[in-house]
Structure formats: C-alpha cells, structure tokens
C-alpha cells in the first residue's frame, strides 16, 4: 500500500535513498539526449522535459491527449532541437492518442493557440523572469492519413533551454499508460526530483494546482481538488511507475494551508510489482487502483 494522506506540521526527510545510478545534474540539459523510439509506446526508450516545462503554468489549459501530444513532439525534436530549424513527422507517428486524423489536427489547433508561463533567471542580468510564450511555433500539417506534420517550436523557449540546468527524464511507456492529465504532470515533477537530495515539497493550493495544470475553474473546493485530482493521481503514479509519492496536509483549524508531497523510489519487490502491472492489460485496472484508494481513512 502505497498512498496515503495524513495532517501534519512537519514531515521528515525519507530514508530510503534511490538505487542505481543517476545522471550527473550540474550539465545542460539540451545535452542530455533521448534514448530508443519515444513515439512507440512498446519499446523502452526515454526523452527529456526541461524543468521549466515541468514546472510551466498552463495558460491555455491543455486536456491529457493534448498534454501526450506536446510531449511526443518535444521529444521528437529534442536530439536535433536548434533555434530555426523545422522538424517533421509522420501523422500516423503521434495517433496512437488520437481516434482520427481529425482529432489531431483539433489537438494541432489547440496546441497552436496554447500559451504558458514559464520562470527562469537571465543569465545576462541575474534577474528572475516570467517569460510567456507559445507551446508550438509556425506549423504545417499535410493532408491525408499518411500526410506530415511540419513544426517549429517558439524562439523564446529555446533561449530559455540554453540556459536550462533542470529536468525530467521520462519514460515513453509510462507516459501512454497514464491516464489522467493530472496522473501525468505528476510524474513529470516526481521524475525532475527524484534525484535530488530533498524528498518532500511543500506547496500552497495555488501551487499544486499549478503543478498539476489544474485549470482556474475546475475544482475550486479542495474537497474536490483532493478527491478528483490529487489522491486518483497518486494512486495511479503509485500504481504505474517505480516511485512511491504521498501527501501530507497542513491544517489551521479546518482550512488547509499546505499540502506537502514526499517521494521515494520503491524497493526492488515494489518495482517488479510495478513492472507486472504495466504489462497487464488495462482491464481491471482501474478497480484495482480504485481499491487502493478506497482502503485510505
């Protein structure tokens, strides 16, 4: 049993440290390279989101097919990612989440209107900046079912990321199996921490809402932001990766004031039972995360 919830003024650091080796975190991250196929789902290949994407507030809310298409479109640029270029794919390359060619090009027009917020500091000036910017840049989408997509990303992102010491490494199969939007901005931060020495955040309503691309409108009573995102998130993080991630609640009187999360990476008999998991069928699912959650008091 992975997931619980409990109120508390302070949490203490995990003790059980991640196994294996990690990557270095003092280089830039557009030198960090995707591995294997990140467009297939079957293969066990793996492609970088900078941390300031992770970590971006959705000003034009996006939904989870749309959310896996901006990631797979990163991914695909990333090896060759340069400011200028026009990279090209094949439609039938990113409709594994996607019913039809109509649905995509929908999601092409929503990522094409989609803006975000993103932080980070000038190195020219040492300041710190909100830089808001476009997710995609200039685009041609060829018709037919065996048509191309011809992309380029926003100039402004690309100045960020030369400067970019933060990331996620995440992994494609994980990635197609979550199914939740939320499910997923959650493993996007968990994989950008679990390295790190710290293995708890604290954070205010408005910043986990944030983090998990909540949209202002949705889910404005924690009670409902607690039982309809943040807990069926966990669940399936807890269910699906090798990291076992909890939330503690901070309360004044009735009222919560912060919600701090707290990751590990799970032992090895936890990690097989992850594994094991993934490779069943997506039947049953569901109800077998749902019994987690159910167990919580």
């Not at 591995?35 to 079957?42: A, C, N, R, V, Y």
């Not at 594994?96 to 019913?99: I, P």
């Given at each position: 049993m992975y997931l619980f919830f409990m109120e508390s003024s302070r949490i203490e650091d995990g003790t059980r440290l991640g196994t294996g080796p990690a990557e270095?975190?003092?280089?830039?991250?557009?030198?960090?390279?995707?591995?294997?196929?990140?467009?297939?789902?079957?293969?066990?290949?793996s492609f970088i989101k900078p941390g300031e994407l992770v970590h971006a507030v959705e000003i034009t809310p996006l939904?989870?097919?749309?959310?896996?298409?901006?990631n797979q479109l990163l991914a695909h640029a990333w090896n060759d990612i340069a400011p200028g270029k026009i990279y090209s794919v094949a439609k039938a390359r990113l409709r594994?989440?996607?019913?039809s060619n109509d649905r995509l090009h929908d999601a092409f027009d929503r990522l094409m209107g989609a803006f975000a917020?993103?932080?980070?500091?000038?190195?020219a000036t040492g300041l710190a900046k909100t830089v808001r910017i476009s997710l995609l840049g200039p685009n041609a989408e060829e018709e037919g079912d065996q048509g191309r997509f011809h992309y380029t990303l926003d100039p402004m992102l690309l100045k960020v990321l030369q400067t970019s010491r933060t990331w996620a490494r995440l992994r494609s199969?994980?990635?197609y199996l979550?199914?939740?939007?939320?499910?997923?901005?959650?493993?996007?931060?968990?994989?950008?921490?679990?390295?790190?020495?710290?293995q708890h955040e604290s954070f205010t309503i408005d910043g986990l809402r944030e983090l998990l691309g909540v949209p202002k409108d949705k889910l404005t009573r924690f009670a409902d932001l607690n039982g309809q995102c943040l807990k069926p998130a966990i669940a399936e993080v807890n269910q699906l990766t090798d990291y076992e991630v909890a939330a503690a609640l901070k309360k004044?009187?009735?009222?919560?004031?912060?919600?701090?999360?707290?990751?590990?990476?799970?032992?090895?008999e936890e990690r097989v039972a992850a594994a094991r998991e993934r490779a069943q069928s997506r039947i049953g699912r569901v109800a077998r995360r749902k019994a987690t959650i159910e167990t919580i008091t």
């Open positions: 270095p975190r003092d280089v830039a991250t557009l030198a960090l390279k995707v591995t294997g196929d990140p467009l297939d789902p079957d293969t066990a290949s939904n989870r097919s749309e959310l896996v298409l901006y594994g989440t996607h019913e917020k993103i932080k980070y500091r000038d190195p199969e994980i990635l979550l199914r939740s939007k939320y499910s997923i901005r959650l493993y996007e931060a968990i994989e950008q921490r679990i390295n790190m020495r710290r004044r009187g009735r009222r919560v004031e912060t919600i701090t999360l707290t990751w590990l990476k799970k032992c090895p």
